[in-house]
């Protein structure tokens, strides 16, 4: 399992929901995307991202403590939506490990709530903020075949692409930052 790049047609597409019977045989696809995201030191992995075209994510946004190991504590989302923002919004610099080598700023919610289905089937909710509500949003949006680049007025898309294109040049790979 590797991570899809842009432009690759796959990000752009809408995903499928999974089916309650779909869930036990996409478990360790669900598990095999958590070590991908570890790999490539990235905080979420939506489906589509390695090529799945089916709702699903997984984001761990625990913080990093300086001089010791990353704990992983991965959290999976099945058919995730927002049923609540609130807070007003704030803007803030943001990576895609499947847009490697630059960072866009995008204007995100600052608190949302999310239902979905764990690994086992069970419906859970999640309220997050800050951070975690932006990392969140984020993948959602991969669900529905947005990449950051449709965050941008034409301009700065332009600007990100041209940014981009010389980070691959370069070669930016997945986990790279700009």
């Not at 991570?3 to 999974?18: A, G, H, I, Q």
């Not at 419906?123 to 449709?150: I, N, S």
Request: proline share 8%; hydrophobic share 35%.
């Amino acid at each position: 399992m590797r991570v899809v790049l842009s432009p690759d047609p796959v990000l752009r597409e809408k995903c499928e929901p999974v089916e309650l019977t779909e869930i036990p045989k996409l478990r360790s696809t669900a598990r095999q995307m958590a070590k991908v995201m570890y790999k490539n030191r990235g905080c979420g992995l939506a489906a589509p991202q390695v090529g799945i075209t089916k709702r699903i994510i997984v984001v761990d946004c625990t913080p990093e403590v300086e001089g010791e190991p990353l704990p992983q504590n991965p959290s999976f989302y099945i058919n995730p939506v927002i049923t609540r923002a609130w807070g007003g919004e704030s803007e803030s610099e943001e990576g895609c490990l499947s847009i490697p080598g630059i960072s866009v700023v995008i204007k995100r919610h600052n608190n949302i709530v999310v239902e979905a289905l764990d690994l086992d089937g069970q419906p859970f909710t999640v309220e997050a903020e800050g951070f975690h509500a932006r990392a969140l949003q984020h993948e959602l949006d991969h669900l529905d075949g947005k990449t950051m680049f449709e965050h941008l007025d034409p301009i700065d898309r332009i600007n990100a692409f041209k940014a981009y294109e010389q980070a691959l040049a370069e070669g930016a790979k997945p986990g790279d930052v700009g």
